[in-house]
């Protein structure tokens, strides 16, 4: 994709601050760092979401994250504990649509960097709850 910043990264195009690359996989400082380390980890193959990537790239970006992710906590001993998110769509936060996890360490609970959690359990009966889990299932491709 020719005007896809990721893809640039990718190619040398751009400047990035790269800590790992191999064959599939690339993965960089995101120039925003939310916390210091955060890292992004991009298939090197286009792809906008998750929603385009198949099981075998799946299995090669996500098998990356614990090498990347252990190195990264490695490298400062302030680190905690760690958010590892990937955003599909505008309305999920993605704002580069080229597939990518972020590694967000964590360094205490003022880091600037927090998620929430609604509880909405009181909002569904059982029998909801049954019907949306079975209606996700028969949608499962091979199940």
């Known amino acids: 994709m020719t005007d896809c910043i990721f893809c ?33 980890v991009v298939p090197k193959k286009h792809v906008s979401d998750i929603f385009e990537v198949d099981e ?23 680190i905690k ?26 360094f205490d609970e003022q880091d600037d960097f927090s998620i929430h959690f609604g509880d909405h359990s009181k909002n569904f009966t059982s029998e909801e709850l049954d019907s949306i889990a079975l209606t996700i299932k028969s949608k499962l491709e091979g199940y």
């Open 8 to 40: 640039k990264i990718i190619n040398n195009e751009i400047p990035s601050r790269k800590i790992y690359e191999d064959d599939d996989v690339v993965a960089f400082l995101d120039i925003t760092q939310v916390t210091p380390g955060h890292t992004l």
């Open 56 to 78: 075998v790239l799946a299995a090669t970006v996500a098998g990356k994250i614990p090498k990347i992710a252990k190195a990264i906590k490695k490298s400062n001993p302030k």
């Open 81 to 106: 504990g760690m958010n590892i998110i990937n955003n599909n769509g505008k309305v999920a936060y993605q704002s580069v649509f080229h597939s990518h996890i972020h590694i967000l360490p964590r």
